[in-house]
């Protein structure tokens, strides 16, 4: 604490991103206690370093937690005899948000980011965020922020009344200013009302929440929480709100997220990598504007990146760029970006038909089709028209990047960035790193995927990489079930009971059959001659059902929806006489636990040939690219919750239904070496 004329200066100071941990908290106590007996006027709360305060201390929240918590800082600041003004940059999220909402006003710095992330962690905010936020911007934005987890810019903070003020260059002297201009009354949020708005206004956000928000528990419990902060006795609720809390924050799925926070932030980093060698990236390159090309441009536009996309010939570029465009004005109608961002994006889009045109990017990405001799074409041309040290990535599912990279002159800056379609939508960034991938590209990557918000994941050269691997023993598996006698859909809605997004066959049915059965065409001369083989997939390509395109495929679209067809029925009768199968009955439990174990199986197989470092990367693979419930933390993190025996069991099932060929991985090992890391 430092006295500025009449205004102490409390600093936050606890590197890298002033997570509000116990020390914090006192310290926070003793400054406005310091304050107090100089006879400070008013008092500014503001953070050393990159950011205002980037939430609690997570490794807190798994033990009791010591005094003084959050709620006693909160009450110092609303007990102190002068106004306190909360000045933010970087980030103010969950605790550092609500401290500032324990202030009596608020400044930020163009560019903060504010937001209440409890609920995606599975709990609630426990400091008053469910009561004082709605009193400022009102219960339909407070909502959205705190049940849905949104984050607003300091610029939107200010429209909505969450802050007083936006502060020029210097923050701190915005802050002092505004405090020492008037003389500014204190102005305790929990005593102020909340706004009036119309019920079906409030009901419509609170539906919305709720879907968003799979009627989780804590979501449930937050809704109730910010309805209730219109109740006259303010301390009764935010007294149910701390016990809320204190309850849900030790869930099984708030654990379950908290483990994934850090498995993610593991995952985007590699030990002995050194940042400082990551090289700017500023202009992009993408070649090929098909479906996946489309979504990478959509993607480095949003990051800020001068895009220029290259595609065959003068109408299939202008059919790229105008589903681009509409895509664009489409957000803008849906308010997902602003008007001005709209025009930068615009401004930023370039296409060309000659490949030179990329020659002064940082990274070009080939989308082309998925065929090697006319991606090493592509590659062959970006190596001659690029900068010696810009990246060169493939967005390839299957091929070999070695095979690619080799012959060229610097197989150094080669490597794979596997995007996930809808590639502007979802979070999952597969970095591929080849046999001769430098450091400094990786790090380059790495930077990038960062810039892009995704979520990376490191994966080695093999088929499938992590997560195509997995899937493909997932839905294996599940093709099995059906040849021995499960229905689709009962496989389907075992996975969606489970919390899958969607169930294996109606993934299939909208990626498309084709794309497999291509790959088992090619395959079929290798085929081990001993392994079952499912025809199913087969007789269903051969019938013309090629998924959700066709009108058909595993199920019948005609009529919109999905339908059960008896003529998918009678072609899975036809394979299992042919197999000579006699089919069984599965219950939910035994197909949920025959679908984890084949993805639990095939992790183990992918940590023990070192395509994944860690268990828990393909744990962040699969919540993040394949719609595996976040709040089961990811297949593995879920068996290190099962009891061993039953895992040891599904996965004896698992090898007897595969068969010959069937290859065990090391589950033990890599759920001890899980649970060691986790606590769990
Ligand atoms: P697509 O068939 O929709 O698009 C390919 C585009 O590349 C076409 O527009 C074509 O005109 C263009 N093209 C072909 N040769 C070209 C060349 N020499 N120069 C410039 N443009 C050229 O294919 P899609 O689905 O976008 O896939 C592209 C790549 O991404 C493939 O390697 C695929 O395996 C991979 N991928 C696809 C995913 C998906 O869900 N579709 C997911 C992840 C990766």
């Given at each position: ?474 839905r294996r598996r599940a093709e099995l079930l059906v040849l021995d006698g499960a229905s689709p859909e009962a496989v ?12 294996p066959f ?14 088992r ?6 085929r081990d001659p001993e392994a079952r083989y499912v025809e199913i997939p087969d007789l269903l ?13 595993w ?13 998918v029925d009678a072609l899975i009768d036809a394979a299992r006489a042919r197999a000579g199968v006699v089919p069984r009955d599965f219950d939910?439990?035994t197909i949920?636990?025959q679908l984890?174990?084949a ?54 099932d698992l090898a007897d239904a595969v068969g010959p060929g069937h ?18």
């Amino acid at each position: 604490m430092e006295m500025c004329g009449a205004i102490a200066v409390l600093t936050i100071d606890n590197p890298p991103v002033n997570a509000g941990s116990h020390a914090v908290r006192a310290g926070l106590i003793k400054a406005l206690q310091d304050a107090e007996m100089r006879g400070a006027k008013g008092a500014v709360l503001i953070g050393a370093g990159r950011t205002f305060v980037a939430g609690s201390d997570m490794r807190e929240f798994d033990d009791k937690l010591r005094w003084p918590e959050l709620p006693d800082v909160i009450a110092a600041l609303e007990a102190v005899s002068f106004p306190v003004i909360a000045a933010m940059h970087g980030v103010a999220l969950g605790g550092g948000l609500e401290l500032a909402l324990g202030c009596d006003y608020r400044i930020a710095s163009p560019g903060t980011k504010l937001g209440l992330p409890e609920v995606s962690l599975g709990f609630v905010p426990g400091a008053g965020g469910t009561q004082r936020l709605p009193r400022l911007i009102g219960i339909r934005r407070a909502i959205a922020m705190v049940c849905g987890s949104e984050r607003i810019s300091a610029e939107e903070a200010l429209d909505l009344n969450l802050i007083d003020m936006l502060a020029g260059e210097d923050l701190l002297q915005a802050a002092v200013d505004f405090l020492s201009a008037e003389r500014r009354p204190k102005r305790v949020l929990r005593t102020i009302e909340v706004p009036r708005e119309p019920d079906t206004q409030i009901e419509a956000a609170a539906e919305r929440a709720l879907h968003l928000g799979r009627r989780r528990p804590n979501v449930v419990a937050a809704l109730e929480l910010v309805r209730r902060s219109r109740e006259p006795d303010a301390d009764r609720v935010l007294a149910e709100e701390r016990a809320t809390f204190q309850r849900l924050r030790r869930s099984d799925e708030a654990k379950a997220l908290r483990y994934l926070f850090f498995a993610e932030r593991r995952a985007g980093s590699v030990p002995g990598l050194d940042r400082a060698e990551a090289r700017p990236i500023e202009r992009a390159g993408v070649i090929g504007g098909g479906t996946m090309g489309q979504g990478i441009t959509l993607a480095f536009l949003a990051a800020g990146l001068t895009v220029t996309l290259i595609e065959r010939d003068a109408a299939a570029l202008d059919h790229a760029l105008s589903r681009i465009r509409e895509n664009l004005s489409e957000q803008v109608r849906k308010g997902r970006i602003s008007a001005a961002e709209h025009q930068a994006h615009i401004f930023n889009l370039h296409g060309a038909t000659d490949i030179s045109a990329v020659g002064g990017c940082d990274v070009a990405i080939e989308a082309v089709y998925e065929d090697m001799a006319a991606k090493r074409q592509v590659v062959t041309a970006l190596e001659s028209v690029l900068a010696p040290d810009a990246l060169i990535a493939t967005n390839t599912s299957y091929l070999d990047i070695d095979a690619m990279a080799e012959g060229t002159a610097r197989p150094e800056r080669v490597l794979g960035l596997h995007f996930f379609s809808p590639a502007d939508i979802m979070k999952l960034l597969e970095i591929v790193r080849a046999g001769r991938t430098s450091d400094a590209v990786l790090a380059t990557a790495l930077k990038l995927a960062r810039k892009l918000d995704k979520k990376p994941v490191v994966a080695r050269v093999a088929e499938g990489f992590i997560g195509n691997r997995v899937y493909a023993a997932y839905r294996r598996r599940a093709e099995l079930l059906v040849l021995d006698g499960a229905s689709p859909e009962a496989v389907d809605a075992a996975a969606t009971a489970f919390g899958f997004a969607m169930g294996p066959f109606a993934v299939s049915d909208l990626s498309g059959l084709d794309i497999a059965w291509a790959m088992r065409k090619r395959q079929a001369a290798t085929r081990d001659p001993e392994a079952r083989y499912v025809e199913i997939p087969d007789l269903l390509c051969e019938a013309g059902r090629l998924g959700r395109k066709s009108g058909k495929g595993w199920y019948d679209y005609s009529g919109g929806g999905a339908k059960v067809d008896p003529e998918v029925d009678a072609l899975i009768d036809a394979a299992r006489a042919r197999a000579g199968v006699v089919p069984r009955d599965f219950d939910t439990s035994t197909i949920q636990q025959q679908l984890l174990a084949a993805i639990v199986n095939e992790a183990a197989c992918l940590v023990e040939d070192g395509v994944a470092a860690r268990a828990s990367d393909v744990d962040v693979a699969f919540v993040n690219g394949y719609g595996f419930p976040r709040w089961r933390g990811g297949p593995l993190y879920w068996a290190t919750r099962q009891d061993r025996t039953s895992i040891e069991c599904a996965l004896a099932d698992l090898a007897d239904a595969v068969g010959p060929g069937h290859r065990a991985g090391g589950v033990a090992d890599v759920l001890s070496e899980l649970d060691a890391g986790t606590g769990a």
